[in-house]
């Protein structure tokens, strides 16, 4: 077996350990009124062997990320796929600190789902090792990424404390007009994740079962004055087309429920070639997360956060709110450094200039000011609580936007991350 195989199967048994660490801590956390034991003793006997497997996961984890340096020559982060498995392993060390510091079973329940969210996320993406190219043959990519990714898990430790300190203090019962409001931005943020879950079964399920659509789309470029230049560019769909590219031609449609051609086109404003499939991408994400979240809301007959509160019941919110700031005031130095000083510095020996307005490089900007005024009004106003909870919750979303918008939509000096 050659280093990438084992580096892919470790990276695998990963996963199922992850899994089955979320498992655990749900049997620790939900299981604790069925069980024969003292609910505190059943808690700590389960938490621990799910805080265990975790452990074991990020070994196998440490294995994949190590065997595939060696195995591939660089370090594994130079497109998305490596990037985000990089990412994913960055939450569990993020959550492996902070529970060392607090022991919260109750946070695994939360951090974990996060990290497997984003390993499944990274298989989206080609999983070959990429030459570098010159831009990224720098040891500044090294420090500039692997810093980013550590800061912004902590930011995502961060958000699970938050969304769960809302999810303890919210009062779902209340009909107030204050009430409401937090009951429906808590409502909107777990649609949220259940949208971007929705993204990752669509990919999936028209990845098995092999669907493609192909449509063909004239390019039109002026080389000289007076003189057009036409080249004809395929789009390849990998889910059904509801959205076609702008003034495209069909050249080969896989139907599907006997629909036999796209309902619409992308409008005229979406530039680049790829526009209508992406916005394609993002309907069928919506669709399959509104029937995801339409399905859970049936089973459980009320919102999914008024469902989960009382999975919350005896948490201490004031440790809750403490693991939010102490996560997030951990990640900020870090991500200080990675998103911006060391990025400005590899920027400068790759192309010449510390910063360039480049999408990514301004909303790490905003990321940074953010986080920024996250700190100065939680310590200078004593903004604590819910009002810090939700700007840890707003702040993550701001950094998933950073991401995956600005990597897959926005094109940029960072688009060579891989898209397929």
């Given at each position: 077996?050659?280093?990438?195989?084992?580096?892919?199967?470790?990276?695998?048994?990963?996963?199922?350990?992850?899994?089955?660490?979320?498992?655990?801590?749900?049997i620790?956390?939900m299981?604790r009124?069925?069980?024969?034991r003292?609910?505190?003793?059943?808690?700590?006997?389960?938490?621990?062997?799910?805080?265990?497997?975790?452990?074991?996961?990020?070994l196998?984890?440490?294995?994949?990320?190590?065997?595939?340096?060696?195995?591939?020559?660089?370090?594994?982060?130079?497109?998305?796929?490596?990037?985000?498995?990089?990412?994913?392993?960055?939450?569990?060390?993020?959550?492996?600190?902070?529970?060392?510091?607090?022991?919260k079973?109750?946070?695994?329940?939360?951090?974990v789902?996060?990290?497997?969210?984003?390993?499944?996320?990274?298989?989206?993406?080609?999983?070959?090792?990429?030459?570098?190219?010159?831009?990224?043959?720098?040891?500044?990519?090294?420090?500039?990424?692997?810093?980013?990714?550590?800061?912004?898990?902590?930011?995502?430790?961060?958000?699970?404390?938050?969304?769960m300190?809302?999810?303890?203090?919210?009062?779902?019962?209340?009909?107030?007009?204050?009430?409401?409001?937090?009951?429906?931005?808590?409502?909107?943020?777990?649609?949220?994740?259940?949208?971007?879950?929705?993204?990752?079964?669509?990919?999936?399920?028209?990845?098995?079962?092999?669907?493609?659509?192909?449509?063909?789309?004239?390019?039109?470029?002026?080389?000289?004055?007076?003189q057009?230049?036409?080249?004809?560019?395929?789009?390849?769909?990998?889910?059904?087309?509801?959205?076609?590219?702008?003034?495209?031609?069909?050249?080969?449609?896989?139907?599907?429920?006997?629909?036999?051609?796209?309902?619409?086109?992308?409008?005229?404003?979406?530039?680049?070639?790829?526009?209508?499939r992406?916005?394609?991408?993002?309907?069928?994400?919506?669709?399959?997360g509104?029937?995801?979240?339409?399905?859970?809301?049936?089973?459980?007959?009320?919102?999914?956060?008024?469902?989960?509160?009382?999975?919350?019941?005896?948490?201490?919110?004031?440790?809750?709110?403490?693991?939010?700031?102490?996560?997030?005031?951990?990640?900020?130095?870090?991500?200080?450094?990675?998103?911006?000083?060391?990025?400005?510095?590899?920027?400068?020996?790759?192309?010449?200039?510390?910063?360039?307005?480049?999408?990514?490089?301004?909303?790490?900007?905003?990321?940074?000011?953010?986080?920024?005024?996250?700190?100065?009004?939680?310590?200078a106003?004593?903004?604590?609580?819910?009002?810090?909870?939700?700007?840890?919750?707003?702040?993550?979303?701001?950094?998933?936007?950073?991401?995956?918008?600005v990597?897959?939509?926005?094109?940029?000096?960072?688009?060579?991350?891989?898209?397929?």
């Open positions: 077996m050659s280093l990438l195989d084992f580096s892919n199967a470790a990276f695998i048994a990963a996963f199922f350990l992850y899994s089955g660490a979320f498992m655990l801590f749900t620790a956390i299981g009124r069925w069980s024969g003292s609910p505190k003793e059943h808690t700590a006997r389960w938490g621990r062997i799910a805080f265990i497997t975790s452990s074991l996961g990020l196998c984890h440490l294995a994949y990320f190590f065997t595939r340096w060696a195995g591939g020559g660089h370090i594994p982060v130079s497109n998305m796929y490596e990037f985000m498995t990089f990412l994913s392993m960055m939450v569990m060390v993020a959550f492996t600190v902070i529970f060392s510091i607090y022991r079973i109750l946070l695994g329940l939360f951090s789902p996060i990290s497997i969210i984003v390993m499944a996320y990274a298989a989206v993406f080609p999983q070959e090792v990429q030459p570098l190219i010159p831009s990224l043959r720098s040891i500044y990519l090294n420090i500039h990424v692997t810093l980013a990714a550590l800061g912004e898990s902590f930011f995502a430790v961060g958000f699970a404390a938050g969304l300190y809302l999810l303890r203090t919210v009062d779902f019962k209340s009909s107030s007009k204050s009430d409401k409001r937090q009951q429906r931005g808590v409502e909107f943020t777990l649609f949220i994740i259940i949208v971007i879950i929705g993204f990752l079964v669509s990919v999936f399920a028209f990845r098995e079962a092999g669907y493609e659509t192909v449509f063909t789309r004239s390019n039109v470029t002026v080389d000289n004055p007076g057009n230049d036409s080249t004809i560019e395929k789009v390849i769909y990998k889910m059904p087309p509801i959205v076609a590219p702008y003034h495209s031609e069909i050249e080969s449609f896989q139907s599907i429920l006997g629909v036999k051609k796209p309902l619409t086109e992308a409008p005229f404003w979406m530039k680049g070639v790829n526009a209508g992406k916005f394609n991408t993002v309907i069928w994400s919506l669709l399959t509104a029937m995801i979240y339409g399905a859970l809301r049936l089973i459980v007959r009320k919102p999914l956060g008024k469902a989960l509160q009382p999975v919350l019941d005896g948490i201490d919110e004031g440790d809750l709110d403490e693991i939010t700031y102490r996560a997030i005031a951990i990640g900020f130095p870090i991500f200080t450094l990675g998103a911006l000083i060391f990025a400005m510095i590899w920027a400068q020996v790759a192309w010449g200039r510390f910063w360039g307005w480049d999408p990514k490089e301004v909303w790490a900007l905003v990321t940074w000011l953010f986080y920024s005024a996250y700190l100065h009004l939680r310590l106003r004593g903004w604590q609580g819910r009002k810090s909870a939700w700007l840890a919750v707003l702040g993550f979303l701001v950094v998933m936007f950073t991401l995956v918008g990597n897959l939509v926005i094109a940029g000096l960072h688009s060579y991350a891989g898209t397929d």
